[in-house]
C-alpha cells in the first residue's frame, strides 16, 4: 500500500467499514468473521493510540490504563490522521464493538439547540393546530395523575396538553429554546409557572418516557381505555409532525415506532400494566436501528458517551486553530461541573463524586483533560472556561449554525452527565451554554412571517408573563 500526504487513514477506514456493513452479506457473515473484519480496519497513530471503527458508526479509542475501548471522537489534527496506520489489536475486538447494521442505518438528526435557528413555521402551525383541537376536553376524562406534569401545568389542563408538551421535550435533542419560539408561546395559558430559563433562553428538563407512558398507563389501568389510546395517538400525532425538524426526528421516529402500534392492536400493553411494566414494553417495540435514540432511557452512561462524542464533534472548528476538540470538550464539561457544584457546597453530590461516576465512561485522555483542568487553576485548558459569561475568543463559533450546534450538544452533555450522577441540572443553564447564547443573542431569531400569519394564544389573566419575560 502506498503512503503519501494525501492518506488518511481515519477517513478510509471508516469509508471501508461502512462499505463492508451496507453490503447485504454483512449481517450473514459468521461472528468471527466479522470480528476479524473489523480488526483488520483498526488503527494506530504516531502516539500508539489504537483505535477503531465500529459499532453504532462510530470511533472507539483502546484505554492505556483500563484496556478497554472507549466511545472517542476521533482525533483531527492532519498529522495525527495521515500518520495512522492499519494494525489489528493483539487482543481482538469485543463482540461489543461489531457493527450490526441496523446500527449502521440509524439517523442521529441534528445536535442543535432551539436557539438561532427556529423551528420551522410549518412545524409550529401544526403542533398549534393538534394543541387546539385537543385543549378543551374535560380533565375529569383526562386527569395529570401522578406523571408528574401537576408542577409544570395548571389544575385545570387537561392530560391532552401534557402529552403534546410532553412528546416535544422527550423528542428534543437538547431542549433549550429561545424565550421567544413560538413552539413554546403556544402553551403559555396552559403554564404553572414560568419556565426555567432568563431574559434570552428557556433551560427545560428532558422530559421522560415514564412521564409520557404514565399519562396512557394511567388512564388504561383505570379503565378508560378509549382515553388511553387518545392519549398515544396523540403522542404520535405529535411526533409526526415534529419529524419534519432534524432536531427532534430521532427520538420522534423512536417514539412512533413505540406508540402506533396501538392504534391498531390496542390490547398490547395490556399485559405490562398490572405490573407497573408499560415503558419496558414500549422500549421493546422500538426497532434496532432507532435503538440509538432510547440510550437516554436504556443506558444513562452509554448516552453520556455518545453526548461526549457529540460535543468534541461540535468543537472542530477549533482544530484549525490549533486547538484539540477532544481536550476543549474535556476542559468545557469541566467548567461546567465546577459551575454547577462548587457555587453550592451543600449539593449532593460533590465533585469528586461527580468526576469518579464520569470516569469509567471516558477514555485516559479525556479522563486527563477533566482532572487538570478543575485541579490546576494555572493549567492551559483553564483557557477554555468562559469568563465573565462569555466563550475564550479560541472558542467562539464561525457562524450561527456551528454556534447552534455548540449550544446544543454542551446543553445536551450537561443533562447526560447530570442524569447518569444523579445531580439536579441548573435552571438557568450550565456555564459552557449559557456562555453560547451570548454568541447568539443578536442572531438567534428567523425572519417573522408577515403580520397576521399567525397570532399567539391567549393569555388569560392578562399577565402574559411568558411572553413578557422572553422579550424583556
Do not use: K
Not at 504516531?46 to 472517542?72: C, E, I, Q, T
Not at 441496523?102 to 420551522?120: H, K, L, M
Not at 476543549?328 to 457555587?343: F, T
Amino acid at each position: 500500500m502506498r503512503w503519501d500526504v494525501q492518506w488518511d487513514g481515519f477517513t478510509a477506514m471508516e469509508q471501508d467499514v461502512r462499505s463492508l456493513v451496507a453490503d447485504p452479506r454483512w449481517t450473514t457473515l459468521p461472528p468471527l468473521a466479522r470480528a476479524q473484519a473489523i480488526a483488520q480496519r483498526a488503527l494506530v497513530t504516531p502516539d500508539g493510540s489504537r483505535w477503531l471503527f465500529g459499532a453504532h458508526a462510530r470511533w472507539y479509542r483502546l484505554d492505556r490504563v483500563d484496556g478497554r475501548w472507549h466511545l472517542s471522537a476521533p482525533p483531527l489534527h492532519p498529522a495525527v490522521r495521515s500518520g495512522a496506520r492499519p494494525l489489528a489489536p493483539p487482543s481482538g475486538v469485543p463482540h461489543l464493538l461489531i457493527p450490526s447494521g441496523a446500527d449502521f442505518a440509524f439517523d442521529r438528526g441534528s445536535t442543535q439547540a432551539f436557539v438561532g435557528p427556529d423551528v420551522p413555521r410549518e412545524v409550529t402551525e401544526r403542533v398549534r393546530a393538534v394543541l387546539m383541537a385537543h385543549r378543551g376536553l374535560r380533565r375529569a376524562e383526562f386527569p395529570l395523575g401522578e406523571s408528574g406534569f401537576q408542577e409544570v401545568f395548571a389544575r385545570d389542563v387537561a392530560s391532552t396538553v401534557a402529552a403534546v408538551w410532553g412528546t416535544i421535550m422527550w423528542c428534543a435533542y437538547a431542549p433549550a429554546f429561545d424565550g421567544n419560539e413560538v413552539l413554546l408561546s403556544m402553551f403559555g395559558e396552559f403554564l404553572a409557572r414560568p419556565l426555567p430559563g432568563d431574559d434570552w433562553v428557556r433551560w427545560l428538563p428532558a422530559v421522560s418516557l415514564d412521564a409520557l407512558a404514565a399519562l396512557y398507563a394511567e388512564r388504561m389501568r383505570s379503565g378508560a381505555e378509549e382515553a388511553g389510546l387518545r392519549l398515544a395517538a396523540l403522542m404520535a400525532e405529535t411526533a409526526t409532525v415534529l419529524r419534519a425538524d432534524a432536531r427532534f426526528r430521532p427520538r420522534a421516529d423512536a417514539l412512533l415506532a413505540m406508540t402506533e402500534p396501538l392504534l391498531a392492536q390496542p390490547w398490547l400493553d395490556h399485559h405490562a400494566l398490572p405490573g407497573g411494566a408499560v415503558r419496558q414494553a414500549w422500549l421493546a417495540r422500538c426497532p434496532p436501528h432507532l435503538a440509538g435514540a432510547t440510550l437516554a432511557e436504556t443506558s444513562p452512561g452509554e448516552h453520556f458517551r455518545h453526548s461526549l462524542y457529540d460535543l468534541v464533534e461540535a468543537l472542530g472548528y477549533t482544530a484549525a486553530r490549533g486547538l484539540d476538540p477532544r481536550s476543549a470538550a474535556a476542559s468545557l464539561l469541566a467548567a461546567d461541573v465546577a459551575g454547577l457544584l462548587s457555587g453550592s457546597p451543600s449539593m449532593s453530590p460533590s465533585t469528586a463524586e461527580v468526576v469518579t461516576q464520569l470516569y469509567p465512561w471516558m477514555d485516559d485522555e479525556l479522563r486527563h483533560g477533566l482532572y487538570v483542568s478543575l485541579a490546576d487553576p494555572s493549567h492551559p485548558l483553564r483557557g477554555c472556561w468562559p469568563s465573565d459569561g462569555a466563550l475564550p475568543p479560541v472558542l467562539v463559533p464561525p457562524d450561527r449554525g456551528t454556534a447552534a450546534a455548540l449550544l446544543g450538544s454542551a446543553y445536551a452533555t450537561g443533562l447526560a452527565w447530570c442524569r447518569l450522577t444523579g445531580t439536579a441540572p441548573a435552571p438557568r443553564g450550565f456555564a459552557v451554554s449559557s456562555a453560547v447564547v451570548q454568541c447568539l443573542i443578536h442572531q438567534r431569531d428567523d425572519p417573522l412571517p408577515e403580520p397576521g400569519t399567525w397570532s399567539f394564544p391567549h393569555d388569560p389573566d392578562g399577565t402574559g408573563w411568558l411572553f413578557d419575560n422572553a422579550q424583556r
